[in-house]
Each structure stands twice: as C-alpha cells, then as structure tokens.
C-alpha cells in the first residue's frame, strides 16, 4: 500500500541549514509536497514538486527529488528560530479521481539559539 | 479572498452526542478533502468530496461518521454518537478542481474533545 516515512525529530542551531527527509512507496506519486504546522495551528503549504522534477529552489527552501530511490527531502537554509515546526511530507497519485493525500507522521524541527 | 474557513475551532462533546464540523472551502473551488489528526501523530485521509457527491471514502470509519457537500453551503462532517476516540484535530482543505497541481489549502481546523 501507500505509505510516507520521515524521521520524527531534528534539532539544528539557528544560522545551520536543516535537511529533512521522507521515502515514500506509491511509484505512482505525481506531486510531492511539503507542509508545515506550527503548534496549534492548520498547515501550511511551502512548496511541493513534479515527480519530473529532481531539484525545486524556492528562496531558502530547496526540494530534492530521487525518483528512483522514492526518497525526497526538503533543505532549510539559514534557519532561524521561526522555523521551529513540524514538517510534513505529503504525496498524492493521479490514478483517476485519486487525490487524497498520503502523509508522513511529521518531522518535528527545533533550532536552537 | 478568504481562505479555507472551519467552525466551530474548538468544540466539546459528551460521549454519545454529535458532533457536527463545517468547512467553507476558498471560493472557487469545488473540491473537499478531510483528514484527521490524532494526538502525536500524522494526518489521515477521510474523505474526498465535490459538490454533492462522494468521490472517495475509503478513510472513513463505516459507523458513526458521515459527510457532505451540498450544492449550497458548507461541507459538514458529522459524528454520531462520538466516543473518547474520536478527540482529534479534524482539517479540511479544498482545491480547485482537476488540471491543477492539487495543491490543497487548508483550514485551521476543528478540535474535537470528547469527555
């Protein structure tokens, strides 16, 4: 079946860059993308990418895709105590009307002062 | 342009009661999705509607829970009867609709307690 695994916890310090990473097993994953959920708080999207795509940069955030390996990640340049979130990793298929979308468990992210 | 709206954003319910969720989706869009959040852990699919039709359920529970999007109004999720188990974070997102990156907005979601 479908499923998307991500470590559950990274602690960085402020000014380092953080890199998260999520395997997945739906071959079939047209979009990945990446979320992030602040305490107490919806989600938010950041960025996501096309399974055509290996590399997405989007000013400090930059998206890796190794389609053959299923594995994604998601670099954070800079980070700063603003980022302190989780991070969730989502993929969705295009099989049809098949657009739920499958979800790691969350990366829960501290960055240190 | 107001964004994916949900209410109420906290709600308490007894064991047994209903509990009735509401999602306004962004405007222009037809597409409804649910996911469920339970305590410490990820989002699970529930259930994926259009307006007035059930396109895929395959997340929800087959007792107690039920859902719609009317041709007017909000998406409502219902749970019936709602045990201690229940007590989760219930988010809505909605998407335009078929030709786009689904890229889907959500709501701030409702946090269901049940005592």
């Known amino acids: 079946g479908e499923d998307v695994e991500q470590s559950l916890f990274l602690s960085v310090r402020e000014g380092d860059s953080s890199v998260i990473n999520c395997t997945y097993t739906?071959?079939?994953?047209?979009?990945l993308y990446w979320y992030k959920q602040e305490p107490g708080a919806g989600l938010q999207l950041l960025t996501y990418?096309?399974?055509n795509m290996d590399m997405k940069q989007d000013q400090r955030l930059t998206v890796l895709l190794n389609k053959k390996d299923k594995h994604l990640s998601l670099r954070i340049a800079d980070t700063q105590t603003g980022d302190s979130a989780i991070y969730f990793c989502?993929?969705?298929?295009?099989?049809?009307?098949?657009?739920?979308?499958?979800w790691g468990l969350g990366t829960s992210l501290a960055v240190n002062p | 342009n107001a964004g994916v709206m949900q209410n109420p954003r906290h709600l308490v319910r007894r064991r047994g009661q209903e509990a009735r969720l509401r999602c306004s989706p962004m405007k222009g869009h037809s597409h409804v999705y649910w996911y469920r959040q339970l305590p410490e852990e990820g989002l699970k699919f529930m259930v994926y509607?259009?307006?007035?039709?059930?396109?895929?359920e395959s997340g929800m529970p087959k007792e107690r829970f039920s859902a719609e999007f009317p041709k007017e109004g909000p998406s409502i999720l219902r749970i019936q009867q709602v045990v201690r188990g229940d007590s989760a974070a219930y988010f809505c997102a909605s998407s335009p609709g078929s030709g786009t990156n689904n890229e889907q907005f959500f709501g701030p979601g409702t946090r269901l307690t049940v005592l």
């Open positions: 739906d071959s079939s994953s047209t979009y």
């Open positions: 509607l259009q307006k007035e039709n059930i396109i895929d």
């Open positions: 990418i096309f399974s």
């Open positions: 989502a993929e969705t298929g295009n099989a049809g009307n098949n657009r739920k979308l499958i």
